[in-house]
């Protein structure tokens, strides 16, 4: 009996100091969501009304303006500007929706046809579950000039972070079926970084659009200025072609750490108690080694300091105690 309720208390004191350390909040990755072509002023377009039907909230960007201070998909402000460096045009005639018109837009966009499941979090203003809703998001378009590219910059970037990005083209009954992204990190666009590419269009039916498919560039740093330099351009096989960008995600992650098991950018006690709940994690010794990293590293020569040591230790010994009591009993 008393070494059941030893266990008992050993447990009850561990998931009190759990629940105090979940008071933090980590930092994990930041996401900002574009939506294109929305420049109700010109031509056809629509923005997106925040938040979206998916709870997420949009930056809808008109051409020829430059944005500072992006929102996340949580609506909190972020440093990241936005803003092209070429010419650009938009639209959404022969786009998700098919033919539309500047006087009837807002009936317009419920005809807008993608596969919302598959596009997620880019899905906009569509119901994921049910593919549903007006769907702001893709509807409209911004495209370049018959054979030339459309050039933007994304600044104030954080140089610890590498950056995933996602792109969503869709456009039917158009010269050239594919829609190449480009990212480069020199403000003359001869340093390519990396390349993705997908079809706007289906091959064998140009009245068929794009619905469910995306292209994505992964782990890219940013420049030493802070900035990365995209473009997007049509089929360069084909004379005259265009290439079309209606949505976009970008991913900010803080760089790999050994040990940083919540990836939140440092190795603190939360990584102990994230390893602790699942060792497949990674290794206590990664944890170890790396403790109060990066800041604190040098300072500590990877000891936890007496306190956080001790609340660590309590919780695994509190544990370790219950469990045992456990199999004692079965």
């Known amino acids: 009996m008393k070494a059941l309720l030893s266990g008992k208390l050993l447990a009850g004191f561990a998931t009190a100091l759990l629940l105090t350390a979940g008071l933090a909040v980590s930092a994990h990755a930041q996401t900002v969501l574009i939506d294109f072509g929305n420049n109700v002023t010109s031509y056809r377009g629509l923005p997106i009304a925040n938040p979206d039907a998916n709870g997420y909230n949009w930056n809808s960007l008109q051409p020829g303006l430059f944005y500072t201070d992006l929102v996340d998909s949580d609506n909190n402000a972020t440093t990241i500007d936005f ?18 018109s500047a006087g009837t837009i ?3 966009v419920t005809f ?9 979090i880019l899905g906009g203003a569509c119901d994921a579950d049910t593919g549903t809703g007006t769907c702001e998001g893709v509807f409209d378009f911004a495209a370049t000039d018959p054979g030339a590219p459309v050039r933007f910059e994304i600044q104030e970037l954080d140089l610890t972070k590498t950056y995933d990005l996602t792109f969503f083209g869709s456009h ?6 594919t829609t190449t992204y480009n990212v480069y990190t020199d403000d003359t666009y001869t340093t390519l970084v990396d390349s993705a590419s997908l079809q706007h269009q289906d091959s064998s039916d140009p009245s068929m659009h794009n619905r469910d498919m995306v292209a994505t560039i ?15 351009v049509g089929d360069s096989s084909v004379t005259g072609s265009q290439g079309y960008l209606n949505v976009m995600q970008l991913e900010g992650m ?6 940083d098991f919540d990836e939140d950018g ?17 290794s206590l010794t990664e944890w170890q080694d790396n403790y109060g990293a990066p800041a604190l590293v040098a300072a500590l020569g990877a000891v936890p300091e007496p306190n956080t040591f001790c609340l660590l230790l309590l919780t695994s010994l509190g544990t370790i105690s219950f469990r045992r009591t456990t199999e004692s009993r079965i």
């Open 83 to 100: 803003g092209f460096s070429t010419p650009v045009g938009t639209d959404s005639y022969n786009g998700p929706a098919g033919a539309t």
């Open 106 to 108: 807002l009936s317009d």
């Open 112 to 120: 807008a046809d993608v596969d919302a499941t598959s596009l997620g």
């Open 172 to 177: 039917k009954y158009s010269v050239g079926n």
């Open 218 to 232: 992964s782990g890219v740093s940013p420049s030493a200025t802070s900035i990365l330099y995209l473009e997007f």
């Open 254 to 259: 803080a760089s790999s750490l050994a040990g």
């Open 266 to 282: 440092d190795v603190d006690g939360n990584d102990f108690l994230v390893w602790q709940r699942d060792l497949n994690v990674g």
